[in-house]
């Protein structure tokens, strides 16, 4: 290749690929001081999601591009859909970063978002001073920044009262059993554009779908709120089938076009329904024949999941196994869940472990144990799922032991490392069935009071944290949404197997 024709190849490759990661740039905005936000991570152009998403944010994009300030930020794809993956979600800088890559982020890769609501900016090169008052921090401290940093007149000071209102509307959401409320807020939160009280809502109502399947409210919940929650991994319900009857019972009584369910059913992941359930669909589902054809095409896709080998469906059907259609919810159901309580004396129905302080481990099973005073003990259970959710496996049974662990010394007891500032956790361990085409991303729920899910946690290393249920300032997370009796009662464990394989790398 002679000189001139490399040189011709070095600029078109500069022209459409970043240099580093973290590099922005702006997209279809029609001139060159606004358009739809993208950044380079990875070898590839990606998009970033408008959760969270703020002037602080937008200004941190438009100066990395040589602009002083950005006058709009702008979410629901005003600029168009982007293409490629979406790279980060729920932004949150401070403004003093030289890229959203150096912003606190979700991460690479990690969002719930769709092209739909690809952020975007408006910058401009007006000087200004721009200072944002949080009212949850210390107000006399960035009042005294203001006056400290005034250049001239030109100032210009946002009041940002979202930390506060999350806060609030955390404590409100959990408070009204009939599920009437969570609609309302969520409702609002839609006319008024607040993407945080929307991703709150969206959050508390996924945790507690099964609570709100049984509420009141249930009949009236909107066709489109449906829509963002069904297809929706960290729904929590007995199983899938559960989910498919509610469905069935809402559409009894809501005024959705046979189009609206038909796309509803869409988002039900048939393969997580065993073969005997999959047949009695059509005697126990009303929706059964008025879509009898998207059934049973749901039906076939779902059989030969559990009856074709994984690495025959990937080589002559081309299936990626690990989409999340053929991936668990968070189900609730025995089947895949075991339940144990930080009680201090007592626990029914389970195996208890107590430490004895002059002797031995010594281990009692019985619906009811007054333990002595001189023993601790832990809550702890013993359980048994399927080795996947494939009819393949169901034979294949997979053994658990599921502990709760205050202390140190219970953490040593039992096999696990612990530092003092992580307790309590729960501590989780397997053995049988090992098979290197199967993971887990198995997941602990804090339950405040029997009432509601708090909090979901996952499993890192065996172990999963247990948050403070309330704010306490200390230096263990907070549940997203506290616990008005100060402590959990109580902590559900499900297993999530899935297939590691894609098609792609299948032989």
């Known amino acids: 290749m002679t000189p001139p024709r490399l040189f011709w190849v070095w600029l078109l490759v500069a022209g459409t690929q970043g ?34 998403w703020d002037l602080t944010d937008a200004s941190v994009v438009c100066r990395a591009l040589g602009f002083e300030n950005a006058t709009q930020a702008l979410g629901r794809a005003a600029f168009g859909q982007g293409s490629g993956p979406i790279m980060l979600d729920e932004v949150q800088c401070t403004g003093t970063e030289a890229s959203l890559a150096d912003c606190k982020s979700l991460g690479w890769l990690k969002s719930n978002c769709r092209h739909e609501r690809d952020a975007g900016v408006v910058c401009t090169n007006e000087t200004r001073s721009t200072h944002t008052l949080d009212l949850s921090r210390e107000l006399s401290e960035a009042l005294g920044q203001i006056f400290d940093s005034q250049r ?13 209102c999350a806060s609030l509307f955390a404590i409100l959401l959990p408070q009204d059993p009939s599920f009437q409320m969570p609609l309302d807020l969520y409702a609002y939160a839609v006319a008024t554009g607040d993407a945080l009280l929307e991703k709150l809502c969206l959050q508390f109502l996924a945790w507690n779908f099964e609570a709100l399947t049984q509420a009141e409210a249930w009949p009236s919940v909107p066709t489109d709120l449906l829509q963002l929650l069904l297809p929706r991994s960290d729904l929590a319900v007995p199983s899938e089938l559960a989910l498919l009857k509610a469905v069935d019972t809402w559409s009894w009584g809501e005024r959705a076009s046979h189009e609206e369910v038909e796309g509803l059913v869409e988002k039900i992941r048939f393969p997580m329904m065993l073969p005997e359930e999959l047949f009695e669909l059509q005697f126990n589902l009303s929706l059964y024949w008025s879509h009898e054809a998207l059934f049973q095409k749901k039906t076939l896709q779902a059989l030969e999941f559990h009856t074709v080998p994984f690495q025959l469906l990937a080589r002559y059907k081309g299936l990626n196994l690990t989409e999340d259609t053929y991936k668990p919810r968070i189900y609730t159901s025995p089947t895949w869940s075991a339940f144990v309580t930080d009680s201090s004396w007592s626990a029914r129905k389970s195996q208890l472990v107590y430490q004895s302080r002059r002797g031995p481990l010594v281990k009692y099973s019985s619906d009811y144990f007054q333990a002595p005073s001189d023993y601790r003990y832990y809550p ?18 997979v053994s658990w032991s599921l502990v709760y662990l205050p202390t140190i010394q219970s953490c040593w007891n039992y096999g696990f490392s612990c530092s003092s500032d992580e307790l309590p956790v729960l501590g989780l361990t397997k053995s049988g069935g090992s098979d290197r085409t199967i993971a887990y991303e198995n997941k602990a729920l804090m339950l405040c009071e029997g009432l509601f899910v708090a909090d979901v946690t996952d499993f890192e290393g065996w172990k999963a944290a247990i948050p403070s249920a309330l704010d306490t300032n200390s230096s263990k997370s907070t549940s997203s949404f506290p616990c008005p009796a100060g402590h959990f009662n109580g902590f559900r464990t499900v297993i999530r197997p899935f297939y590691l394989t894609n098609s792609s790398g299948v032989d």
């Open 19 to 52: 240099v580093n990661d973290g590099d922005m740039r702006l997209a279809d905005g029609g001139a060159t001081n606004q358009g739809r936000v993208e950044i380079f991570y990875r070898g590839q152009w990606g998009t970033v999601c408008d959760n969270l």
């Open 152 to 164: 001239g007149c030109d100032l210009s000071i946002s009041v940002n009262l979202q930390g506060y």
């Open 380 to 397: 702890y259970q013993s359980f048994q799922t399927p080795q996947h959710p494939s009819f393949l496996f169901q034979d294949k049974r």
